[in-house]
């Protein structure tokens, strides 16, 4: 693992204080394609590029799950914007600082007061979409219809969930990233996060009906990942910094 992982930061690192939001990102499924660094390059911002794996490969995720016990800090819960569906796409970008995080394409919400917050204040790209998770023993359905912008994109994913799984080194780049580039009032900033690795359970896709990937201007190099499936994780988001640019 060490040979195709380098010096890659497994592990979070510390989380510059003060924490902003604490959360639990719940019931997660990954689905990964392989991209040509080339074909994306363009959507990254200043300051930030493509993450190549050592296959020579980038990748885009698609990720339904549901968020649950947002706080403001880690003692203020926000009841409203405490538990709700989402899903995102994102690449996995790098910056000259050597951080290694995602960038997000879309992140479809149910809340419209989030996309308002988040696009104002982040420049994180929310969208507004009517969502609905549901579990029915080890199988569970994400559905999504996108309400604004692009009125009618549609994700629906059904997952039948199996037993825990050792990550691949790829498996571990992909979802060992401890923050999220962004663009905002003409910066490059990065959001940095922490939370622990994530326990990993095979996933078989029972049905894949998804407009998100190729709306946000992504083309697949190839075929999908083995899904894997998380339960979730408790993260924590700390302060943006900004990215220089060349």
């Not at 050592?54 to 538990?83: E, I, N, Q, S």
């Not at 780049?173 to 359970?201: D, I, Q, S």
């Not at 998100?212 to 190839?222: D, E, R, S």
Request: aromatic residues 10%; charged residues 20%.
């Amino acid at each position: 693992m060490d040979g195709e992982l380098g010096s890659f930061a497994v592990d979070a690192p510390p989380l510059p204080r003060p924490v902003l939001f604490d959360q639990f990102w719940a019931d997660l499924t990954f689905l990964h394609w392989p991209v040509d660094p080339g074909g994306v390059a363009h959507l990254f911002p200043p300051g930030t590029r493509p993450d190549v794996f050592a296959d020579g490969l980038t990748y885009v995720g698609l990720v339904p799950f549901v968020m649950r016990h947002t706080k403001l800090g880690t003692r203020w819960p926000l009841p409203y914007f405490g538990a709700f569906a989402e899903t995102n796409v994102r690449l996995y970008s790098v910056d000259d600082a050597g951080r290694h995080g995602v960038l997000f394409r879309s992140l479809e919400t149910q809340r419209l007061a989030v996309v308002a917050v988040t696009r104002v204040g982040l420049g994180v790209p929310y969208t507004w979409a009517e969502m609905r998770v549901t579990r029915s023993g080890d199988r569970l359905r994400y559905a999504s219809v996108r309400r604004w912008p692009d009125r009618g994109l549609r994700s629906h994913v059904a997952v039948t969930v199996g037993g825990v799984v050792a990550p691949t080194p790829l498996e571990v780049w992909l979802t060992a990233r401890w923050g999220a580039h962004t663009r905002k009032a003409g910066r490059t900033w990065w959001v940095p996060n922490e939370h622990v690795t994530w326990p990993l359970h095979s996933a078989e896709v029972d049905e894949l009906d998804d407009d998100l990937v190729a709306a946000a201007g992504i083309a697949c190099a190839g075929p999908m990942l083995r899904p894997v499936f998380s339960p979730g994780v408790h993260a924590r988001f700390g302060r943006p910094a900004s990215v220089p640019s060349r």
